[in-house]
């Protein structure tokens, strides 16, 4: 007798936290552009809860599962290196102001 099919889709959510809730939502914007193909066979939804991005995925195979995830953490540390250069450089010129005024 055949073991039975369990027809219940494979799912995984990863929460990321960020020093910062606008460090969050930048990654957000930026990761919620770049779509599953279709494919792939995987559903991503990403959310904010405060400074903690929430990325849920759901597949059809534990194998699209992992490809997305893996494909998704690529994204996110290339995210995670340039908010980390260019936010240190905004912070540190937040007191700053250029003028072109001449007196």
Same mark, same amino acid.
């Given at each position: 007798?055949?073991?039975?099919?369990?027809?219940?889709?494979?799912?995984? /959510?990863?929460r990321?936290p960020? &020093?910062?809730?606008?460090y969050?939502?930048i @990654?957000?914007? *930026?990761?919620?552009?770049?779509?599953?193909?279709?494919?792939?066979?995987?559903?991503k /939804?990403?959310?904010?809860?405060? &400074?903690?991005?929430?990325?849920?995925?759901k @597949?059809?195979? *534990?194998?699209?599962?992992?490809?997305?995830?893996?494909?998704?953490?690529?994204?996110?540390?290339?995210?995670?290196?340039t908010?980390?250069?260019?936010?240190?450089?905004?912070e540190?010129?937040?007191?700053?102001?250029?003028?072109?005024?001449?007196?």
């Amino acid at each position: 007798m055949p073991t039975p099919v369990n027809n219940k889709p494979n799912e995984s /959510t990863i929460r990321v936290p960020f &020093d910062t809730p606008k460090y969050a939502e930048i @990654a957000y914007r *930026v990761l919620s552009v770049d779509q599953e193909p279709r494919r792939n066979f995987v559903q991503k /939804t990403l959310s904010l809860e405060s &400074d903690v991005l929430v990325v849920h995925f759901k @597949a059809d195979q *534990v194998k699209n599962l992992r490809t997305a995830i893996t494909s998704f953490f690529e994204c996110l540390l290339l995210c995670q290196d340039t908010i980390k250069q260019f936010g240190e450089t905004e912070e540190n010129n937040a007191g700053t102001q250029s003028s072109t005024d001449t007196a």
